[in-house]
């Protein structure tokens, strides 16, 4: 499957911004999907995962109660909203596609998009 994010930018800190994943491919329904970033001179992170059926999604400890990740299977798109943004979220933000029912954060594999640019000013 090929991925291509977008909806990244420029926002102020306490602003808003969802980034989407679009995905190719005839059987999106059973991939599970995540989101990671990474900012500079930082490792890649997990930020959200959600299984194929978009019914059960966890977060990392740093987005938890402020960014949703939610998907579309008819439209072979997932979504990430990010809520009340601190300059700590700034970083570029990668779509995951891992063919299996839930998604592993801890041990990422699969398809990869290219990355979309989150800053958050203060």
């Known amino acids: 499957v090929q991925l291509v994010e977008s909806g990244g930018g420029l926002v102020q800190a306490g602003g808003s911004l969802r980034l989407s994943c679009a995905a190719s491919?005839?059987?999106?329904?059973?991939?599970?999907l995540g989101w990671f970033r990474q900012a500079p001179g930082k490792e890649r992170e997990f930020v959200a995962g959600?299984?194929?059926?978009?019914?059960?999604?966890y977060y990392a400890d740093a987005v938890e109660g402020r960014f949703t990740i939610s998907r579309d299977n008819a439209k072979n798109t997932v979504y990430l909203q990010m809520n009340s943004l601190t300059p700590e979220d700034t970083a570029v933000y990668y779509c995951n596609a891992q063919r299996a029912q839930y998604y592993s954060g801890g041990a990422p594999f699969g398809s990869w998009g290219q990355g979309t640019q989150v800053t958050v000013s203060s």
């Open positions: 491919g005839r059987t999106f329904s059973r991939y599970a």
């Open positions: 959600i299984n194929w059926s978009g019914d059960s999604a």
